[in-house]
């Protein structure tokens, strides 16, 4: 089974959760392209890093859930795939760039972490957060996306809560997986408007 990022239920509302996420490192790569082919434009970078594809710096304990190979390391796969656009497309442009990124096992950080030997491939940390989270199952499209966005959106200030960062739309599921049993996110990072 796929390692899960770790998160905390604060509060569940009708249409969505609010969660607290704990400080987690991404593997991620940005792509210019639609919505729907940013995540497989990405995926065999990403892949290839956790596959091995990567400068070893460390030794890493057999009991780890890191297999340790010559000059590499494989990386244990968790769950979700994020991806977020970056920026508005151009006006008449469907195409835009998005960051598409694996969230590391937890027990990763910066510096321990196998440094990616592909460029396209950069780790960033991301801080502590909390963000109001829909989720729903369907195909990868970036209507499904945007309507789910809007009612993620619109029942924000009735819980109390302001957006703070842009959405970010997470994939748990392999494409081959049937679009009714996929399990998709948004997740929108938010403070309290009493805060």
Same mark, same amino acid.
């Given at each position: ?66 297999? @340790?190979?010559? &000059?590499?390391? =494989?990386? *244990?796969?968790?769950? +979700? ?6 920026? %508005? #497309?151009? $006006?008449? @442009?469907?195409? &835009?760039?998005? =960051?598409? *990124?694996?969230?590391? +096992? ?6 321990? %972490? #196998?440094? $990616? ?6 780790? =960033? ?71």
């Amino acid at each position: 089974m796929t390692e899960q990022q770790p998160y905390e239920v604060i509060r569940g509302y009708e249409h969505f959760e609010l969660r607290h996420y704990p400080e987690h490192l991404l593997a991620e790569v940005s792509v210019e392209g639609s919505f729907e082919a940013a995540g497989n434009q990405a995926f065999r970078h990403l892949f290839a890093y956790i596959s091995g594809e990567n400068r070893s710096n460390q030794a890493v304990s057999m009991t780890a859930p890191v297999v @340790q190979s010559e &000059g590499s390391q =494989r990386i *244990a796969m968790t769950a +979700p795939v994020v991806q977020e656009p970056v920026g %508005a #497309p151009e $006006p008449g @442009q469907q195409a &835009g760039t998005h =960051r598409v *990124a694996f969230v590391l +096992p937890e027990d990763f950080t910066l510096e321990s %972490a #196998p440094q $990616p030997t592909d460029p396209v491939v950069t780790l =960033r940390v991301v801080a502590e957060r909390e963000a109001a989270v829909i989720r729903f199952s369907g195909r990868w499209s970036q209507t499904r996306y945007l309507r789910q966005l809007e009612h993620l959106r619109s029942a924000l200030p009735v819980a109390g809560l302001l957006e703070t960062g842009g959405p970010r739309f997470a994939r748990f599921d392999p494409p081959y997986r049937p679009w009714f049993l996929r399990r998709n996110e948004i997740l929108v990072d938010v403070s309290r408007a009493s805060d």
